[in-house]
């Protein structure tokens, strides 16, 4: 960067006169193409269930996904992410890789409905197991703990059930050791070798998160998951979490949650140089859902501003909650976005 002559010389006002001229210099830019949208699919008929601690977000049955599909459409989101509630749970979450499973049929009607979406798919375990953790458990020194290698297993299943309905990305998202390589063998002994897999490669252990356990209904029945999701001390951990999952072969890196880490969003950005992801999650939605039906924050300026935070930051895409309200602000006056 070039030294900057002092006052008078150099007057920054200069450039901020107008919308217009502050439009023209302005660095970073968001648009509606920048999100993705996350929704909850349960069974039932004429479900569109509200979430209490998520307003404006809902849980939709199978019969109504066209419905959210043609809206996430016609506002110029590119991406849905999608989450299942089962009607019946199990110790494995075994039914996660059925072929007529919850996400499987989801898949279908969106593709359906909306060819062109891009449909990825959460891959875990907690919406589907009986305990609410994030993959088989097994007895160790310390108590009950999830079963790393048990659980790679079944997660390769679940992809591949996935890629076969119709899945355009893999997300894992259960933070176990060596998942990448055993999903990308999975779909690739399947045949779906072209299917890409967003990788939360780095997730903290967050306080953030619990309105999402309310909407996909996924609370722990004992403990937490602090043994596999990341301590939010830790940068240079995160940093060789992302490396291990890129050299197992992801395509897409995520960092979750998004606000309290945008430090980790930039240096995962600029140092492996993938497409990258964040995730706006429940608490930050939630947080300002509420702050604003107070009356306390101009709601479409925060919003705005806390996504144009994250592509600053560094990230390709957002996973947010607010992304049909925001194509909506972003669509106004014709501004395709600022």
């Known amino acids: 960067m070039t030294n900057e002559p002092g006052y008078p010389i150099t007057r920054m006002r200069r450039l901020r006169t107008t919308e217009t001229l502050r439009a023209m210099v302005r660095e970073t830019h968001l648009r509606s193409d920048d999100f993705v949208y996350p929704i909850f699919v349960r069974h039932g008929t004429n479900v569109k ?59 279908r009607r969106i593709k359906r409905a909306s060819p ?18 994030c993959g088989p458990l097994h007895e160790t020194p310390r108590g009950l703990e999830v079963d790393n290698d048990a659980t790679l297993e079944l997660l390769a299943a679940q992809a591949v059930s996935h890629a076969r309905a119709g899945a355009d990305v893999i997300a894992p998202s259960g933070m176990m ?26 997730k903290f ?17 004992f403990g937490d998951r602090r043994t596999y999701q990341m301590d939010p001390a830790n940068l240079l951990e995160a940093m060789r979490e992302a490396a291990l999952d890129v050299a197992e072969g992801a395509d897409m890196i995520m960092v979750k949650p998004g606000l309290a880490y945008l430090d980790v969003l930039t240096r995962a950005k600029e140092r492996f140089g993938l497409p ?3 995730y706006n999650v429940s608490g930050e939605y939630a947080m300002v859902k509420a702050a604003a039906a107070n009356g306390w924050i101009d ?8 996504l144009l935070a994250f592509k ?5 895409l957002i996973i947010t909650y607010h992304a049909l309200e925001a194509a909506r602000w972003l669509r106004e006056d014709g501004q395709p976005g600022i």
């Open 276 to 278: 990258t992801a964040v």
């Open 312 to 316: 600053r930051a560094g990230a390709d």
């Open 49 to 107: 269930q509200a979430i209490g601690s998520m307003p404006g977000q809902f849980q939709w049955s199978l019969d109504r996904l066209d419905e959210i599909a043609g809206e996430v459409e016609s506002l110029g989101i590119p991406a849905v992410i999608l989450f299942g509630i089962p009607a019946e749970k199990d110790d494995t979450g075994k039914v996660s890789c059925e072929a007529d499973g919850i996400v499987q049929e989801a898949v």
């Open 177 to 202: 050791d060596g998942m990448i390589g055993a999903i990308r063998r999975g779909l690739d002994i399947a045949g779906f070798g072209l299917v890409p897999i967003m990788s939360y490669a780095i």
């Open 299 to 306: 709601e479409r300026r925060i919003v705005l501003e806390t």
């Open 116 to 133: 062109k979406t891009i449909v990825v798919t959460d891959l875990c375990f907690c919406e589907y197991t009986s305990h609410g953790h």
């Open 205 to 221: 252990a967050s306080g953030y998160y619990g309105p999402f356990r309310e909407a996909a209904e996924s609370a722990p029945s």
